[in-house]
């Protein structure tokens, strides 16, 4: 058998191949598309529908922010001295005025004793020279009587360092932290406490540019928290910022009594629920009406029997229902129920409630 022989032989048979190998193909194919499942034009959708109506809208906005002290400070020394008496633990609490540390002061003490002996001194001397007229000198007179002068401020600033060395708190609240113990020296300036004032917390939110006019100081707002969610807190709006952060938020400070048997700490979360009610008339739709996403909201509009996709623009929201800025008229009618076998252009029958 010459080459031009197998040649046409195995033209042949890569030809046949490729033959069988078509209608294999096509043969899967229409298998396939048989099993695809295509919507009957003519079908007809079962919904749920609404039509829009106007009517006030309210809403409720969720603010979370965490508790602050109300006040918090560093209790430091103002004089020297070895610390002879302590009058705190971390963690107690104590009332404004409540000794923190006493400092040692004998030798201050000895020296104000002195003092008041050269006083009483002084001052005979002083009111012995002003009665001897004109025996002496007023120059000599004047010095007696400064010397009087001189030891009272002295006899004052030793009073006033003996005070500086019994360290007080400035304020009630709890020793949150303790530096110092019996014995230990410290200077002007040594931190021997922290004092926070925890009996009025500062609940701090972030609130948007848009929504801040909403806050007015001294407005009552109620707090809840998830370690007492039984326990409503009644806060009061104490400071709203007069700029906005990086992220173009303004911080706004809520105070709130600490309850003894629902104590809050410092760190802790609470949530504030701000309630508005739009009294101009608006539209809105269930949420179930949604489809779509939030960033690119639609619904289905029905038309003459036809369900058409339609864009929308959302405003506010509360639980049950999301207002329409944008998208929808009024006597509008819309798929509220029945959308997971909705397509755009179907033909729907609207169920009967």
């Known amino acids: 058998m010459n ?56 809403y409720e906005i969720t603010y979370l922010g965490s508790f602050a002290p109300n006040r918090e400070a560093i209790v430091a020394s103002e004089a020297s001295g070895r610390v002879v008496q302590v009058g705190v633990e971390e963690g107690s609490r104590v009332s404004a005025g409540q000794l923190v540390a006493q400092l040692d002061t004998d030798i201050l003490k000895s020296q104000l004793k002195i003092a008041e002996n050269n006083l009483a001194l002084a001052e005979k001397t002083a009111q012995r020279m002003n009665n001897a007229g004109s025996t002496l000198t007023e120059v000599q007179v004047d010095n007696a009587n400064s010397q009087v002068i001189a030891i009272k401020l002295q006899i004052e600033l030793l009073k006033k360092q003996i005070s500086m060395a019994t360290i007080k708190a400035p304020f009630s609240g709890i020793i949150t ?61 104490g400071v709203i910022a007069s700029k906005t952060d990086a992220t173009k938020n303004y911080t706004v400070k809520i105070l709130v009594p600490n309850h003894s048997n629902f104590p809050l700490k410092a760190g ?6 701000q309630s508005n009610n739009i009294n101009a008339k608006s539209l809105s739709i269930p949420r179930a009406a949604l489809v779509g996403s939030n960033k690119n909201p639609e619904v289905y509009v029905i038309k003459d029997g036809i369900a058409k996709r339609q864009r929308i623009e959302l405003g506010e929201s509360n639980k049950d229902r999301l207002q329409v800025i944008q998208g929808l008229n009024e006597n509008d009618i819309i798929a509220v129920g029945g959308l997971v076998n909705l397509t755009d252009g179907i033909k729907v029958t609207i169920a009967e409630n």
């Open 268 to 273: 802790m979360y609470g949530t504030v629920i």
């Open 177 to 237: 932290a303790k530096y110092f113990e019996i014995g230990s020296l410290e200077g002007p300036g040594a931190q021997m406490a922290v004092l926070t004032d925890i009996n009025t917390l500062k609940l701090e939110i972030n609130v948007p540019e848009k929504e801040i006019t909403k806050f007015k100081s001294g407005m009552k707002m109620n707090v809840s928290t998830d370690v007492y969610p039984e326990h409503i807190y009644a806060g009061t709006v």
């Open 3 to 58: 080459n031009a022989v197998r040649l046409v032989i195995f033209a042949i048979i890569v030809g046949g191949l490729a033959v069988l190998a078509f209608f294999k193909l096509k043969s899967n194919q229409e298998k396939v598309e048989a099993k695809v499942f295509r919507r009957d034009s003519n079908a007809t959708v079962y919904i749920q529908a609404d039509t829009l109506k106007y009517s006030p809208f309210d």
